[in-house]
């Protein structure tokens, strides 16, 4: 099972990562083998990040190909506080539970607003759930 130590200061730093940045990198793979890499909002609960995506989207077709994905956080300018969680991903038909609607909506409320949507609005545009399950963190 994956965990994070939190006693190490990398550890420390990806966990606080986990909790409060707003965007994460989601790398899938083209049909072509090319990365493709994609900024999405997140809510990491369970040991697990969720994304949700709009319906027929690249992501979602790559995804159809294969599981396997990675993920990383923006570093800093000069190339510091690299974060990469790799691992598998999978379309959840069940959709968000009550308490992960709530707390994502919750995280991005501002932002969702931002786009002149109400939260049901927007999560019945954004009404695929992606569940990645890592398996290996790397970084600096």
Do not use: C
């Amino acid at each position: 099972m994956f965990s994070i130590d939190t006693s190490t200061p990398f550890g420390a730093r990806v966990a606080r990562q986990l909790d409060d940045e707003l965007v994460i990198w989601l790398t899938t793979v083209a049909p072509s083998g090319t990365p493709a890499p994609t900024p999405v909002w997140f809510l990491w609960t369970g040991g697990q990040l969720l994304i949700a995506s709009q319906p027929r989207t690249a992501k979602l077709r790559n995804l159809g190909r294969g599981d396997r994905v990675s993920t990383n956080f923006n570093a800093t300018f000069h190339g510091g506080e690299v974060g990469v969680l790799t691992g598998s991903a999978a379309i959840d038909e069940a959709g968000f539970t009550d308490e992960e609607r709530a707390a994502y909506t919750t995280k991005y409320a501002e932002h969702i607003a931002g786009l002149g949507m109400s939260a049901d609005e927007f999560h019945k545009s954004y009404s695929v759930l992606i569940r990645i399950t890592p398996d290996k963190l790397r970084g600096f």
